[in-house]
């Protein structure tokens, strides 16, 4: 059954975000993330994936550079985000008194996001992209970003996307959410969502690391990333990443985790290039 979305308007706190910031989710080649369905998303969430050993975060990964090609005119960055020593066990989350949100989930809760280390000691939901401006004129896509919510959580966690494009807020859930965004060069909002409604929104400025709630589901979190440009990518289920077609010349390349920070690197690009990077951040053990 085709699922009906009811489109709202958008509530933004626009006099709280002047006070606050004195200021008026992802392809990494500039398209929109795809809208995940929300059987597919609940399914995955309720597969708790093994915890990697220490032994995982020491091995040594395949190339990914002889997997691409670059355009004689541009070049492609590729590489992993890994994680070096004993990941933390991973946490269930706990509904409590929320009895439809653990029953979308069976015997089988989802873990929290905040730091997901794959089993082969990379780490998921980090964002990857180039610092600052990139030459060339880059008009924002016009499919929208996904944010949807669904088993009680935030799919994907992490979402990137460009300053002007559009995102698109949904609910899949048989419960009310709202999403409360805390940006500091954007407007604050406050969107509260019955079951099967959706609602769109967008980002002027760049902008890493806004932060999302859900007040009603207190468990709830995520992120948004604005780039200024489409070259950027969120690591997935084997920590990777790629960014393609990226013009030539010497960049500075950084990752950002909400748990683990920031790192960078210096990058030179020559035309036809596939450069391979791997960005190690150190935990615990």
Not at 170 to 191: A, K, M, Y
Request: hydrophobic share 40%; glycine share 8%; aromatic share 8%.
């Amino acid at each position: 059954m085709k699922t009906s979305w009811t489109s709202i308007g958008f509530t933004a706190l626009a006099a709280a975000a002047l006070a606050a910031s004195g200021c008026a989710k992802s392809g990494a080649s500039g398209g929109a993330a795809t809208a995940p369905t929300a059987a597919g998303a609940a399914r995955a969430n309720r597969a708790a994936a093994p915890a990697p050993s220490r032994e995982a975060s020491l091995v040594k990964r395949p190339s990914l550079a002889s997997r691409i090609t670059a355009p004689r005119d541009a070049a492609a960055i590729t590489g992993w985000v890994v994680y070096q020593g004993t990941p933390p066990k991973p946490k269930a989350i706990n509904f409590g008194a929320e009895k439809v949100c653990a029953s979308l989930h069976g015997d089988k809760p989802p873990l929290y996001e905040t730091l997901v280390v794959n089993p082969n000691g990379t780490i998921k939901n980090a964002l990857v992209t180039i610092r600052g401006k990139v030459p060339g004129n880059y008009p924002p896509p016009a499919q929208p970003a996904v944010l949807d919510q669904v088993g009680c959580t935030f799919v994907p966690h992490v979402v990137a996307m460009m300053a002007g494009q559009e995102i698109e807020l949904r609910n899949s859930d048989p419960v009310s959410h709202n999403i409360r965004g805390s940006p500091t060069r954007n407007l604050i909002f406050n969107s509260v969502f019955a079951t099967k409604v959706s609602t769109k929104n967008k980002f002027d400025s760049p902008e890493m690391g806004i932060p999302l709630k859900c007040d009603i589901h207190y468990w709830m979190s995520g992120y948004i990333h604005v780039l200024p440009h489409p070259f950027f990518a969120v690591t997935g289920d084997d920590g990777s990443f790629v960014i393609p077609n990226v013009p030539p010349g010497s960049y500075t390349l950084l990752v950002w985790h909400e748990t683990l920070k920031t790192q960078t690197q210096a990058i030179t690009l020559t035309a036809g290039e596939v450069k391979e990077v791997e960005f190690t951040f150190s935990g615990g053990g």
